[in-house]
């Protein structure tokens, strides 16, 4: 008996330290006293063990230099990581305070703070002062088109051996017409001489 109750005393003081442990904070991103180029996208905490998901029970509160709220809504709990959205706005020193409710009931809590780089501005380039020489806008001198002499083309159907019987004939009429009348007037004239040389003779 007096070694049972020996052996249950001893496995009690040896397993008292583990049973009444509490969970712990094992990991954050980021981590304490990081120094980011950006904003993340969110806080995440990752403890020993399972947290509680009741309605109150985790809070997490992330304030920059200025004192000024920077998370984007409430936390997600999922399974012993507990996620808290930030603000994209959020820079220079960022101070984390948080607390949750352990598996075994006992609320836990804890703080740490990173840095956030704050982007640097781009310089803006100053307007040039010297003036811009605008190009004269000069008339561009419009072609002339030269008038291309057109060969007028032969009526549709008609061609020179056609038109040139016509005109031999019209040369001959011509001359025939031509002598008619010489042969008339001389005619005219000799009658008339005679006439005359007739008259004077019967004087």
Wanted: hydrophobic share 40%.
């Amino acid at each position: 008996m007096i070694i049972a109750a020996l052996l249950a005393a001893a496995s009690i003081l040896f397993l008292s330290p583990s049973a009444h442990a509490h969970d712990e904070l094992v990991g954050s991103e980021p981590t304490a006293d990081a120094t980011l180029d950006a904003a993340p996208e969110a806080i995440v905490l990752t403890f020993s063990g399972l947290i509680s998901t009741e309605p109150g029970a985790s809070e997490v509160q992330v304030t920059d230099a200025a004192g000024a709220d920077v998370t984007a809504g409430d936390p997600e709990i999922t399974d012993n990581v507990l996620t808290q959205p930030l603000s994209p706005d959020a820079s220079g020193e960022i101070a984390v305070l948080w607390k949750v409710v352990s598996s075994d009931g006992h609320p836990i809590s804890g703080e740490y703070a990173f840095e956030i780089s704050a982007p640097e501005p781009s310089p803006t380039p100053s307007p040039s002062t010297e003036p811009t020489e605008s190009p004269s806008a000069e008339p561009t001198p419009t072609a002339v088109e030269s008038p291309s002499a057109t060969p007028v083309a032969p009526a549709e159907g008609s061609s020179f051996g056609d038109v040139w019987p016509w005109v031999i004939g019209g040369i001959i009429l011509a001359g025939l017409g031509g002598a008619v009348i010489y042969l008339l007037v001389s005619r005219a004239r000799q009658n008339k001489a005679l006439a005359d040389s007739s008259s004077s003779t019967q004087r």
